[in-house]
């Protein structure tokens, strides 16, 4: 009997440790779980029983609307909501699965935060499963730190004068509605900013003198008025990513890409595709590119092509304006059938040498297809940085395993004097 006392004592002792838990674990806890398993931990315990109601971060992801009818997902968020006492500081809700006739539901959930302390703010909507949800005029008068919008319609009203607290933005196939009267995006503090497939960028026209890190993907570059970007001179991470359609002007914003990076003193990332890559090579561009890249320290190409000889050139062009360089990656672009290789000899010929690249420590290539042309790149920039410390070769799937040996073989036969790590594999992408 003392031992089964003791026993019982013990399971006492560490349930009572359980439910002691300061109330922030309890709540971190919970943000890993759905809506419904949160309100049910507080049968566990007394102590546990409103806890769900005060969690400052709610999360709504698509898994739980897809498991219950659309009715019965409105009407759970809806009690969810109104029995949620204290500031709702997080909130996240896929709206792929509700149906756009119930949107205005969802506009009433957004006046409800709005008035409840919100600062971080995620709607999601799956362009294949929903129509875009237009946000309401609510949401453009709290005080966002930090909003990510997919799938959504960005149109303000007249009286909307810019997020003034928000730190980061991520916009993804975003349609922008703007007259004169709201193109105008203040975001003093904002720090990150991320166009995905977004449209209508034509009249935006933002002010965001802190921002950090600015990416545009798939985007339609010739719209968005890349001159306010300019008074971004504490930006320190660049990239974009076009369409997959060549640019009609693509010299012209080429040359437009040397003036942004010539106004970024602090910029230590960049990040570009084949598109701007292609045209980086040009007399005009070359002789602006020369001496705006000493300070980056990552670059990045994308969609690369070593069968043109534009690109190969346009590379070596911008190698030489980083001397600096410490991190170099390459992600290859597929081998079209019918494509031929660029004239090594003729390359030489031209003197298309890489430099010297004394900080040069990381490089990664991926999709590669072990072509003359890729092996004497890899050739010359491992005789070219003496303090490369780690090699990283991602052999292209589509490559046959024998033909992957032979690669392999040939680059183990490079110099490579200071290196530490070396790694060859099939990509698994």
Not at 20 to 29: A, E, R
Not at 268 to 297: E, Q
Not at 335 to 356: A, P
């Amino acid at each position: 009997m003392t031992d089964t006392y003791k026993g019982v004592e013990d399971g006492r002792d560490k349930l009572d440790r359980l439910t002691d838990l300061p109330i922030n674990v309890i709540h971190q806890i919970q943000e890993y779980m759905a809506v419904e398993d949160a309100t049910r931990m507080s049968v566990l315990s007394s102590k546990w029983r409103h806890v769900w109601a005060s969690n400052p971060k709610l999360i709504i992801s698509v898994d739980f609307c897809i498991t219950r009818k659309q009715l019965g997902t409105l009407d759970i968020i809806n009690r969810v909501l109104l029995q949620h006492y204290g500031p709702i500081k997080t909130f996240l809700l896929d709206i792929s699965m509700i149906h756009p006739s119930e949107h205005s539901v969802i506009d009433l959930w957004m006046l409800h935060l709005s008035r409840n302390g919100l600062v971080e703010l995620t709607l999601r909507c799956l362009e294949y499963l929903n129509t875009p949800y237009k946000l309401p005029s609510s949401v453009y008068g709290v005080e966002l730190e930090h909003l990510s919008l997919s799938n959504c319609i960005f149109r303000p009203p007249c009286s909307f004068r810019g997020f003034h607290k928000l730190k980061s933005l991520t916009l993804s196939r975003v349609a922008f509605q703007l007259d004169v009267a709201t193109s105008f995006l203040c975001v003093p503090n904002l720090k990150n900013l991320m166009f995905v497939k977004c449209i209508g960028l034509t009249h935006l026209n933002i002010y965001a003198p802190e921002l950090l890190t600015l990416k545009v993907v798939r985007c339609d570059i010739e719209t968005i008025k890349l001159g306010p970007f300019m008074d971004c001179r504490k930006l320190q991470c660049f990239a974009v990513i076009s369409r997959d359609e060549v640019p009609q002007n693509g010299q012209h914003e080429a040359i437009n890409l040397i003036k942004l990076l010539s106004s970024w003193p602090e910029l230590r990332k960049l990040l570009l595709d084949r598109y701007f890559i292609k045209f980086l090579s040009s007399g005009n561009v070359a002789g602006l590119l020369s001496t705006r890249l000493n300070d980056l320290h990552d670059l990045a190409f994308c969609d690369y092509d070593f069968n043109d000889e534009d690109q190969v050139c346009s590379l070596l062009c911008v190698l030489r304006s980083s001397p600096n360089l410490k991190s170099l990656v390459l992600v290859l672009s597929h081998i079209k059938k019918g494509s031929g290789e660029v004239d090594v000899n003729h390359l030489e010929g031209q003197g298309c040498s890489i430099g010297e690249f004394n900080n040069l420590q990381a490089l990664r290539i991926c999709f590669f297809h072990g072509s003359r042309v890729e092996l004497l790149f890899v050739r010359l920039l491992l005789a070219s940085a003496p303090f490369l410390r780690e090699m990283i070769i991602e052999v292209d799937k589509k490559v046959s395993e024998s033909h992957a040996t032979k690669i392999s073989e040939k680059l183990m036969q490079f110099p490579r004097p200071a290196l530490t790590q070396v790694i060859y594999h099939r990509s698994s992408l």
